[in-house]
């Protein structure tokens, strides 16, 4: 009998983590983070985490447990997903995976296997100062000549995984590209419902501008500075996020703080388009248009909630 595991994703900004909690005491599940930043202590106002009392009792996992130097990749969170998942079966609950990294979900879903190939610390470290000396785009350039679907998949800027891939072709002569699309054929170990909830395009964007706004707010840029002062530096997975490169870059000097704001609102929508193209390439997705349901989050929920009975997740409504 497979166990069961609810997946609820969707750009950035679209309202997930509301959406999350209505549905986690729906049907008495707990949430599973599958978010790249929120893992990070300390870096609460750029990735827009979720505060304790937004949680309404509601257990989360993978929020706030790493510091801003450790390395967090995605066999790092496959790991740690699995062992809250184990977690949550053994209190007899669902667990909710909620975040919009799409890979992570992915390497959770269908129990994706990293471990062909093992590690060649070598070739990385060459890449690594590569992309130090030639910059990340030169990395990428490397990267479409021997993988072209990867580097299309990949952002230049995510220099973490075009490392990756490249270490993968050096390492075995395969296209990570293949290895990940044979993979992706798997059949799923869970019974599951993978819903992904979207917003018109403009409204989303308009969303996003908001939320920037208020981040700035919030105070956006002593958060950024507060921990360049402990030493976190722009070479640290953490600071590469979306907000915090940025940031770095005004307090750096290298440019105004209106033009720092500009940028992150359009990497940021840019972002949740290229969420949306991944999201659309994956199977068995559950898509939920929120101006179908006219915004209305009973609405939603009542959706979703047919959805699982559907698939036996729980009892039929």
């Given at each position: 009998?497979?166990?069961?595991?609810?997946?609820l994703?969707?750009?950035?900004a679209v309202?997930?983590t509301?959406?999350?909690?209505?549905l986690?005491?729906?049907?008495d599940?707990?949430i599973?983070?599958?978010?790249?930043?929120?893992?990070?202590?300390?870096?609460d106002?750029?990735?827009a985490?979720?505060?304790p009392?937004?949680?309404?009792?509601?257990p989360?996992?993978?929020?706030?447990?790493?510091n801003p130097?450790?390395?967090?990749?995605?066999?790092?969170?496959?790991?740690m997903?699995?062992q809250?998942?184990?977690?949550?079966?053994?209190k007899?609950?669902?667990?909710?995976?909620?975040?919009?990294?799409?890979?992570?979900?992915?390497a959770?879903?269908?129990?994706?296997?990293?471990t062909e190939?093992?590690e060649?610390?070598?070739?990385?470290?060459?890449?690594e100062?590569l992309?130090?000396?030639?910059?990340?785009?030169?990395?990428?350039?490397?990267?479409?000549?021997?993988d072209?679907?990867?580097?299309?998949?990949?952002?230049?800027?995510n220099?973490?995984?075009?490392i990756?891939?490249?270490?993968?072709f050096?390492?075995?002569?395969q296209r990570i590209?293949e290895h990940?699309?044979?993979?992706?054929?798997?059949?799923?170990?869970?019974?599951f419902?993978?819903?992904?909830?979207?917003e018109?395009?403009e409204r989303?964007?308009?969303?996003?501008?908001?939320?920037?706004?208020?981040m700035?707010?919030?105070?956006?840029?002593?958060e950024?500075?507060?921990?360049k002062?402990?030493?976190?530096?722009?070479?640290?997975?953490?600071?590469?996020?979306l907000?915090?490169?940025?940031?770095?870059d005004?307090?750096?000097?290298?440019?105004?703080l209106?033009?720092?704001?500009?940028?992150?609102k359009?990497?940021?929508?840019?972002?949740a388009?290229?969420?949306?193209?991944?999201?659309k390439r994956?199977?068995?997705?559950?898509?939920i248009?929120?101006?179908e349901?006219?915004?209305?989050e009973?609405?939603?929920?009542?959706k979703m909630?047919?959805e699982?009975?559907k698939?036996g997740?729980?009892?039929?409504r």
């Amino acid at each position: 009998m497979k166990k069961s595991l609810i997946v609820l994703t969707g750009p950035t900004a679209v309202g997930k983590t509301k959406i999350s909690i209505s549905l986690a005491k729906a049907v008495d599940g707990e949430i599973i983070s599958a978010d790249s930043m929120q893992v990070y202590r300390q870096m609460d106002i750029g990735s827009a985490k979720i505060r304790p009392e937004e949680m309404q009792g509601v257990p989360h996992y993978l929020v706030d447990v790493l510091n801003p130097d450790e390395p967090f990749h995605v066999v790092r969170f496959q790991e740690m997903a699995k062992q809250a998942m184990s977690e949550i079966y053994q209190k007899e609950k669902i667990p909710i995976l909620t975040g919009g990294t799409g890979f992570y979900i992915q390497a959770v879903l269908y129990d994706i296997d990293f471990t062909e190939n093992g590690e060649d610390s070598t070739y990385r470290r060459e890449l690594e100062k590569l992309a130090k000396t030639e910059g990340a785009g030169h990395l990428h350039e490397m990267l479409a000549k021997v993988d072209a679907q990867s580097a299309q998949e990949i952002h230049a800027n995510n220099v973490k995984r075009v490392i990756r891939a490249l270490e993968y072709f050096h390492q075995t002569g395969q296209r990570i590209s293949e290895h990940n699309l044979c993979e992706r054929q798997k059949e799923s170990p869970y019974r599951f419902a993978y819903f992904v909830l979207n917003e018109e395009r403009e409204r989303l964007y308009e969303r996003i501008n908001l939320r920037v706004d208020q981040m700035m707010e919030e105070g956006l840029e002593d958060e950024v500075r507060r921990l360049k002062e402990q030493g976190f530096t722009r070479d640290m997975v953490s600071m590469q996020g979306l907000g915090y490169k940025e940031m770095l870059d005004h307090l750096d000097g290298a440019c105004s703080l209106e033009e720092a704001v500009s940028i992150i609102k359009r990497d940021t929508r840019h972002f949740a388009k290229r969420q949306i193209t991944w999201f659309k390439r994956e199977r068995d997705v559950i898509w939920i248009e929120k101006e179908e349901f006219h915004h209305n989050e009973e609405e939603i929920l009542e959706k979703m909630m047919a959805e699982l009975g559907k698939r036996g997740i729980i009892p039929k409504r």
